[in-house]
């Protein structure tokens, strides 16, 4: 197959180029190449989506097109100047077109009323709606949860791997039967590339079935080979004490506040997973995770505890 990525160069899209171009696709990337470059052994295309006619260096036609893009005009763009020459579309979405945090419903964001609010990153959910509905019912939407796993700079997931690989006592949020959801990259990326080949179309939501967060922490340290000692600290403790929720600084990554979310990480999955959606052990996530840390020098730094913070808040706690 000829497949067009739409991106390429960073985490996910850079991960399906690099999986198509295995399977014997012909690859093509087009980006503005300001994330990175995509992987080796792939025809990359400079191009700029935020400009009509952006996609002109673009030749021949696609059997697959596959756009992570998250703003409805470049969007867009891509279905009105590749009109005639794409097979399948695939669009990756995310979990985040659900408003209702509190319950798992499948009731969606109201789309953006125009583009002019699409760089607001409050208004995600709602642009990736408007997304969904500009490439259509015959297309393939890939609701994304949580991705992780080898070169995920985000932090979210790679801050746990961090800390519980420096061992001694950790401060683990809310409690241990707390749930968490979320998909290694390459699992992701290995399910996108099937279904596309397949024609699926329609929406899946594409992410492991929930599981407890303290099964979650024991997976990593199994897979790091280590035994740290977890302190656990209710969701009250943590919001007195400034820590915030789910990403960022000075934040326990993957932690967010029941009940408020108590939907936000049991999402039903049993389709996505019918459809074969593979997700291997978080022990595997884990222990690859850490070789990509230490081979690439990635210092965690967007999200988490600093080590002085953590030691405070252990202190406080005692």
Same mark, same amino acid.
């Given at each position: 197959?000829?497949?067009?990525?739409?991106?390429?160069?960073?985490?996910?899209?850079?991960?399906?180029?690099?999986?198509?171009?295995?399977?014997?696709?012909?690859?093509?990337?087009?980006?503005?190449?300001?994330?990175?470059?995509?992987?080796?052994?792939?025809?990359?295309?400079?191009?700029?989506?935020?400009?009509?006619?952006?996609?002109?260096?673009?030749?021949?036609?696609?059997?697959?097109?596959?756009?992570?893009?998250?703003?409805?005009?470049?969007?867009?763009?891509?279905?009105?100047?590749?009109?005639?020459?794409?097979?399948?579309?695939?669009?990756?979405?995310?979990?985040?077109?659900?408003?209702?945090?509190?319950?798992?419903?499948?009731?969606?964001?109201?789309?953006?009323?125009?583009?002019?609010?699409?760089?607001?990153?409050?208004?995600?959910?709602?642009?990736?709606?408007?997304?969904?509905?500009?490439?259509?019912?015959?297309?393939?939407?890939?609701?994304?949860?949580?991705?992780?796993?080898?070169?995920?700079?985000?932090?979210?997931?790679?801050?746990?791997?961090?800390?519980?690989?420096?061992?001694?006592?950790?401060?683990?949020?809310?409690?241990?039967?707390?749930?968490?959801?979320?998909?290694?990259?390459?699992?992701?990326?290995?399910?996108?590339?099937?279904?596309?080949?397949?024609?699926?179309?329609?929406?899946?939501?594409?992410?492991?079935?929930?599981?407890?967060?303290?099964?979650?922490?024991? @997976?990593?340290?199994?897979?790091?080979?280590?035994?740290?000692?977890?302190?656990?600290? @209710?969701?009250?403790?943590?919001?007195?004490?400034?820590?915030?929720?789910?990403?960022?600084?000075?934040?326990?990554?993957?932690?967010?506040?029941?009940?408020?979310?108590?939907?936000?990480?049991?999402?039903?999955?049993?389709?996505?997973?019918?459809?074969?959606?593979?997700?291997?052990?978080?022990?595997?996530?884990?222990?690859?995770?850490?070789?990509?840390?230490?081979?690439?020098?990635?210092?965690?730094?967007?999200?988490?505890?600093?080590?002085?913070?953590?030691?405070?808040?252990?202190?406080?706690?005692?």
């Amino acid at each position: 197959m000829r497949t067009l990525v739409l991106g390429g160069t960073r985490f996910l899209s850079k991960e399906i180029a690099r999986q198509a171009r295995d399977r014997g696709h012909e690859v093509v990337c087009a980006a503005r190449g300001q994330a990175g470059d995509p992987p080796p052994g792939v025809e990359f295309v400079r191009v700029d989506r935020s400009e009509d006619g952006g996609l002109a260096p673009l030749e021949g036609s696609f059997d697959l097109v596959i756009d992570v893009a998250r703003h409805p005009s470049q969007v867009r763009r891509a279905v009105d100047e590749l009109a005639g020459r794409a097979g399948h579309w695939t669009l990756v979405s995310t979990l985040s077109v659900y408003p209702d945090t509190r319950e798992a419903t499948s009731v969606l964001h109201e789309p953006l009323a125009s583009d002019a609010d699409e760089n607001d990153v409050a208004n995600y959910g709602r642009a990736k709606v408007t997304c969904e509905q500009i490439v259509g019912d015959a297309a393939l939407i890939v609701r994304a949860g949580l991705i992780v796993g080898p070169e995920d700079v985000s932090d979210r997931f790679t801050y746990w791997v961090d800390r519980l690989a420096r061992g001694g006592r950790v401060l683990a949020p809310g409690s241990p039967g707390d749930l968490v959801q979320l998909v290694d990259v390459r699992d992701l990326a290995a399910w996108t590339l099937d279904a596309a080949e397949k024609g699926l179309t329609g929406p899946y939501d594409a992410v492991s079935s929930p599981l407890p967060r303290g099964e979650l922490l024991a @997976g990593i340290a199994e897979g790091l080979s280590v035994q740290p000692e977890l302190v656990w600290a @209710g969701q009250e403790f943590l919001a007195e004490h400034d820590v915030n929720a789910w990403m960022g600084p000075r934040s326990l990554p993957l932690w967010v506040p029941l009940p408020e979310y108590a939907g936000f990480m049991a999402r039903d999955v049993s389709a996505v997973l019918a459809a074969g959606l593979h997700i291997r052990p978080v022990t595997d996530t884990a222990r690859d995770t850490l070789t990509w840390l230490r081979d690439s020098g990635h210092t965690v730094t967007r999200s988490g505890l600093t080590p002085e913070e953590e030691a405070e808040l252990l202190r406080l706690l005692d």
